[in-house]
């Protein structure tokens, strides 16, 4: 059975999280998490699914303010190997909820173009036009919440 958790900035949960974006978001793309953004994630909402049986760290995501309204969903990750079981939908879903519980009425995010058609499965639309950062496509995304 797994759960959704938040989770806090600097704890040993937060660190394992860094290490599985890095591993499958950054590290493909040859790119680096460095120091210089952690103290930006002390005030963003970090979110992980974990595996009840064994403890283990299934996947996670990042909310970061934007203003009062508005807040950016950023860096969702699952776990290779718990990829295509639900996951994913699952944490978005919850990030939606507690984004709403705490006060923001719009989520917006930068979405690969490879995986646009996940976030349109959770209720998001594409706003304007695509546009393309380091050689990789992407399109913003929003979701009135
Ligand atoms: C994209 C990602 C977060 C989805 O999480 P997940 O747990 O695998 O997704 P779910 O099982 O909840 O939903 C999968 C469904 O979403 C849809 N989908 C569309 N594009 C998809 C894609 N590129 N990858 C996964 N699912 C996709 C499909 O309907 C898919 O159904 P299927 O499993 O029968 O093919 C996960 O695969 C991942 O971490 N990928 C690598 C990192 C990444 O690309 N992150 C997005 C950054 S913008």
Request: net charge negative.
């Amino acid at each position: 059975m797994r759960k959704m958790v938040d989770i806090d900035f600097g704890s040993s949960r937060y660190d394992e999280l860094v290490n599985l974006r890095y591993k499958i978001l950054l590290e493909p793309l040859g790119l680096k998490f460095l120091d210089y953004y952690r103290p930006k994630e002390a005030s963003y909402l970090h979110i992980a699914c974990i595996e009840q049986l064994d403890d283990k760290l299934l996947g996670g995501l990042i909310l970061a303010p934007v203003d009062n309204e508005e807040i950016r969903l950023m860096q969702v990750v699952v776990d290779e190997d718990f990829q295509h079981k639900g996951v994913g939908h699952e944490m978005v879903q919850y990030a939606l909820k507690r984004a709403k519980e705490v006060g923001y009425t719009r989520v917006v995010m930068h979405a690969m173009l490879s995986v646009v058609g996940f976030y349109e499965e959770l209720g998001f639309v594409q706003e304007g036009e695509l546009f393309d950062e380091g050689g990789i496509t992407f399109a913003r995304m929003v979701k009135s919440i």
